[in-house]
């Protein structure tokens, strides 16, 4: 933690406005980007980030030093978007899905030619299980079973619902045909 | 086309993308946190406001203010009975229309309370033949009966039921028969004012209120006096805002003692100046021409006083600083053997040799002939010493007992003797006036004091000290390039009074 964020933190556990706004203008835009992968659309993303810095002051004393800041902010970020997710039904049937995996060879695979917008667009045109686990697993870095713990439901379902969107995510990238080479082996299944 | 090495797994990739992705939310965020943050903020109740102590604080004053204003509210409608009886059934008399509308097949369905009420009046109205109007009502009424009145209310408003009721009403109804009609106009009159169908509630009441009127025995005039209004009835909610007073207890000041004091006194004392010789023995022991071997002297002290005033200040309870100015007259004798003063040492001669010289001229010139200019001079004979100094103390002082009628305290400090003058009585019997400008005596001499004080308390201002004092000079009193040393010393025992302020 830098002597900056050491500063945000005490001025945030002192309530202070200003340095509430400081940590909002300094993380706001990563945790907003945050929220545009969890949701559907941005207003709800726009509620879900300010519902999440509403936790962070409120919870501000909670935050030890000994891990990095931004690390306990995108967890807040991320719990709150799974209760919003809860909130509206999404998350509620999440079913087994049997998917093949697509053999796609991840040594040939790279997203250098896409925006970053296009790439969050492609997330949140995702099924909504598929949205968030694909966001937990390929971007936040759980494990299944973490996820599985979080959500409640089961380690299989995680796996299942992450393969079915990864399978969803490469039939995008093919339809944009930005891929760099011939490898993307989508129609093996 | 990135760089091959970054080349990873799906995973990888979408983290590398994503993971670091920016987005400026719009200013509206932040307006909403704001805005919510401030909203908690106010939530906020001031910490006295959430003491239960400022709760029950509260409580009790709105208990008081309750039962202060119940009883003054009874209190002053102790003449108005009929008033205080009457307002009790006006809950009732919300559901009571419906019964009686119920019960009278000629009540009309819908009338509201007002017009029921009219209903209830009507009937020995009707009885009488006449339809009058509602502001016809009261000369309508005036113009019949109690009785008629009474049964009317009776038959109207609860029917054949309640027999009871019916009786209490005949009964009022006798009683009030007996006023005169005149009055009973004004009072039925004004019974049927009131809106609400309050005209009904008060001839329900009517036994109440007539067993009221029973027991004051009313008269006519004090009837005629007692037209009310049934006013509406409104809930008023106090929000009683209470803050203690925060009293800050301040330490009890205890009284301050005296700060400041002045006194006078006398000593009487034991003056002894220590007069000793400094450097005659070597010299003498170089002379032959004395028959003494040695020579000596003792100074021995005489009744001396020291007329005293001083001035202090008490600094705490205990602890006292004080200073004065003192005359001290310290008589004394000395007795020895004399001293060899040398007319060519380096010390110059002074008032009090050439004094002496003077008077033993022989010894003078014998002792310039052949004792090479050294002088003996022979005291050997008691003298008197009288020294005069003007003393200005500085002690401080540790009572114990203060504030008592007796105390004690005890001195120490230093003080310091402005030498004034010394009368020496010379072997010739005259007597040798020095003063401290003819260069004997040092013009100030330091002495240590120490001393022991009882005070006694004449009255709150007043006080009277017996103090016992020792002074040491702690340098001597003689200039250091005199052959004589003197280190006074005194004791005494000082009375004095004191006046505190």
Redesign the interface.
């Given at each position: 933690m830098t002597f900056n964020e050491q500063e945000l933190v005490k001025g945030c556990k002192q309530r202070n406005?200003i340095a509430?706004?400081q940590l909002?203008d300094v993380f706001?835009?990563?945790l907003?980007?945050i929220c545009?992968?969890y949701t559907k659309n941005r207003a709800d993303a726009?509620d879900v980030?300010?519902d999440a810095?509403?936790k962070i002051?409120e919870n501000i004393d909670s935050f030890r030093a000994d891990s990095p800041l931004e690390y306990w902010l995108r967890s807040v970020v991320v719990n709150t978007a799974l209760n919003h997710l809860r909130q509206q039904k999404y998350l509620k049937e999440l079913d087994d899905i049997d998917i093949h995996h697509n053999g796609?060879s991840?040594?040939?695979?790279?997203?250098?030619?896409?925006q970053?917008q296009q790439?969050?667009e492609m997330?949140r045109e995702l099924p909504p299980g598929c949205q968030t686990i694909?966001n937990l697993?390929?971007?936040e870095?759980y494990q299944h079973n973490e996820i599985a713990q979080m959500l409640g439901i089961s380690e299989g379902t995680s796996k299942s619902q992450y393969s079915r969107a990864?399978m969803l995510?490469q039939q995008k990238l093919n339809k944009e045909k930005r891929f760099?080479d011939g490898s993307v082996q989508h129609k093996q299944f | 086309m990135m760089d091959p090495s970054n080349i990873n797994n799906f995973e990888e990739q979408w983290r590398k993308a994503l993971k670091e992705a920016s987005e400026a939310p719009p200013p509206s965020v932040w307006e909403g946190i704001e805005a919510r943050l401030d909203g908690e903020q106010e939530k906020v109740t001031p910490l006295w406001w959430q003491s239960p102590k400022m709760w029950y604080a509260a409580a009790s004053i709105a208990a008081l203010l309750l039962v202060g204003g119940g009883l003054w509210y009874s209190g002053g409608q102790k003449d108005k009975v009929e008033v205080a009886v009457s307002t009790k059934p006006v809950q009732k008399a919300e559901t009571e229309p419906a019964k009686s509308v119920e019960e009278q097949p000629n009540a009309v369905q819908g009338q509201d309370k007002e017009e029921l009420a009219a209903t209830v009046e009507q009937g020995p109205i009707a009885a009488t033949g006449s339809e009058p109007t509602r502001s016809d009502l009261k000369g309508g009424i005036a113009g019949n009966s109690n009785t008629g009145i009474a049964a009317a209310a009776r038959t109207n408003a609860r029917g054949k039921q309640n027999e009871q009721h019916a009786d209490n009403i005949s009964s009022a109804a006798s009683i009030i028969q007996e006023r005169p009609a005149s009055n009973n106009q004004d009072v039925i009159a004004s019974k049927t004012e009131p809106a609400n169908g309050t005209v009904e509630v008060s001839v329900e009441n009517s036994n109440a209120a007539v067993a009221a009127v029973q027991n004051q025995a009313t008269s006519a005039e004090m009837l005629a006096s007692l037209p009310y209004n049934d006013l509406d009835v409104y809930v008023q909610k106090r929000h009683v805002f209470f803050r203690p007073e925060v009293r800050i207890e301040e330490p009890v000041k205890t009284t301050k003692p005296k700060e400041y004091y002045a006194g006078i006194g006398i000593m009487p004392a034991s003056f002894n100046p220590n007069v000793k010789l400094r450097e005659a023995p070597q010299a003498f022991m170089a002379q032959s021409v004395s028959q003494k071997r040695s020579v000596s002297g003792t100074s021995e002290a005489r009744a001396s006083y020291a007329v005293q005033t001083q001035g202090g200040v008490r600094l705490s309870k205990h602890w006292s600083v004080e200073t004065g100015v003192s005359y001290l007259r310290g008589n004394s004798a000395y007795e020895g053997g004399g001293y060899v003063l040398n007319a060519y040492n380096s010390a110059a001669s002074n008032v009090l040799e050439n004094a002496l010289a003077a008077n033993n001229p022989a010894l003078s010139d014998k002792a310039a002939g052949f004792n090479n200019g050294a002088l003996y001079i022979d005291v050997a004979k008691k003298v008197s010493n009288n020294y005069q100094y003007l003393q200005l103390p500085v002690q401080a002082g540790f009572t114990l007992n203060p504030d008592k009628k007796f105390s004690y305290s005890v001195l120490g400090g230093m003080m310091a003797n402005f030498f004034l003058v010394n009368e020496l009585e010379s072997a010739s019997g005259d007597i040798i006036r020095t003063t401290a400008s003819d260069e004997i005596y040092r013009g100030t001499n330091w002495a240590a004091t120490t001393g022991l004080r009882l005070n006694y308390k004449l009255s709150a201002n007043w006080g009277a000290n017996l103090t016992g004092s020792y002074q040491k000079a702690v340098s001597s009193s003689f200039k250091s390039n005199q052959s004589l040393d003197s280190r006074p010393y005194l004791y005494g025992v000082s009375w004095s009074v004191r006046y505190s302020f």
């Amino acid at each position: 933690m830098t002597f900056n964020e050491q500063e945000l933190v005490k001025g945030c556990k002192q309530r202070n406005r200003i340095a509430q706004k400081q940590l909002y203008d300094v993380f706001g835009g990563k945790l907003f980007a945050i929220c545009m992968r969890y949701t559907k659309n941005r207003a709800d993303a726009e509620d879900v980030l300010q519902d999440a810095f509403i936790k962070i002051y409120e919870n501000i004393d909670s935050f030890r030093a000994d891990s990095p800041l931004e690390y306990w902010l995108r967890s807040v970020v991320v719990n709150t978007a799974l209760n919003h997710l809860r909130q509206q039904k999404y998350l509620k049937e999440l079913d087994d899905i049997d998917i093949h995996h697509n053999g796609l060879s991840d040594r040939e695979f790279t997203l250098g030619n896409f925006q970053m917008q296009q790439l969050m667009e492609m997330i949140r045109e995702l099924p909504p299980g598929c949205q968030t686990i694909f966001n937990l697993y390929a971007i936040e870095g759980y494990q299944h079973n973490e996820i599985a713990q979080m959500l409640g439901i089961s380690e299989g379902t995680s796996k299942s619902q992450y393969s079915r969107a990864r399978m969803l995510l490469q039939q995008k990238l093919n339809k944009e045909k930005r891929f760099d080479d011939g490898s993307v082996q989508h129609k093996q299944f | 086309m990135m760089d091959p090495s970054n080349i990873n797994n799906f995973e990888e990739q979408w983290r590398k993308a994503l993971k670091e992705a920016s987005e400026a939310p719009p200013p509206s965020v932040w307006e909403g946190i704001e805005a919510r943050l401030d909203g908690e903020q106010e939530k906020v109740t001031p910490l006295w406001w959430q003491s239960p102590k400022m709760w029950y604080a509260a409580a009790s004053i709105a208990a008081l203010l309750l039962v202060g204003g119940g009883l003054w509210y009874s209190g002053g409608q102790k003449d108005k009975v009929e008033v205080a009886v009457s307002t009790k059934p006006v809950q009732k008399a919300e559901t009571e229309p419906a019964k009686s509308v119920e019960e009278q097949p000629n009540a009309v369905q819908g009338q509201d309370k007002e017009e029921l009420a009219a209903t209830v009046e009507q009937g020995p109205i009707a009885a009488t033949g006449s339809e009058p109007t509602r502001s016809d009502l009261k000369g309508g009424i005036a113009g019949n009966s109690n009785t008629g009145i009474a049964a009317a209310a009776r038959t109207n408003a609860r029917g054949k039921q309640n027999e009871q009721h019916a009786d209490n009403i005949s009964s009022a109804a006798s009683i009030i028969q007996e006023r005169p009609a005149s009055n009973n106009q004004d009072v039925i009159a004004s019974k049927t004012e009131p809106a609400n169908g309050t005209v009904e509630v008060s001839v329900e009441n009517s036994n109440a209120a007539v067993a009221a009127v029973q027991n004051q025995a009313t008269s006519a005039e004090m009837l005629a006096s007692l037209p009310y209004n049934d006013l509406d009835v409104y809930v008023q909610k106090r929000h009683v805002f209470f803050r203690p007073e925060v009293r800050i207890e301040e330490p009890v000041k205890t009284t301050k003692p005296k700060e400041y004091y002045a006194g006078i006194g006398i000593m009487p004392a034991s003056f002894n100046p220590n007069v000793k010789l400094r450097e005659a023995p070597q010299a003498f022991m170089a002379q032959s021409v004395s028959q003494k071997r040695s020579v000596s002297g003792t100074s021995e002290a005489r009744a001396s006083y020291a007329v005293q005033t001083q001035g202090g200040v008490r600094l705490s309870k205990h602890w006292s600083v004080e200073t004065g100015v003192s005359y001290l007259r310290g008589n004394s004798a000395y007795e020895g053997g004399g001293y060899v003063l040398n007319a060519y040492n380096s010390a110059a001669s002074n008032v009090l040799e050439n004094a002496l010289a003077a008077n033993n001229p022989a010894l003078s010139d014998k002792a310039a002939g052949f004792n090479n200019g050294a002088l003996y001079i022979d005291v050997a004979k008691k003298v008197s010493n009288n020294y005069q100094y003007l003393q200005l103390p500085v002690q401080a002082g540790f009572t114990l007992n203060p504030d008592k009628k007796f105390s004690y305290s005890v001195l120490g400090g230093m003080m310091a003797n402005f030498f004034l003058v010394n009368e020496l009585e010379s072997a010739s019997g005259d007597i040798i006036r020095t003063t401290a400008s003819d260069e004997i005596y040092r013009g100030t001499n330091w002495a240590a004091t120490t001393g022991l004080r009882l005070n006694y308390k004449l009255s709150a201002n007043w006080g009277a000290n017996l103090t016992g004092s020792y002074q040491k000079a702690v340098s001597s009193s003689f200039k250091s390039n005199q052959s004589l040393d003197s280190r006074p010393y005194l004791y005494g025992v000082s009375w004095s009074v004191r006046y505190s302020f």
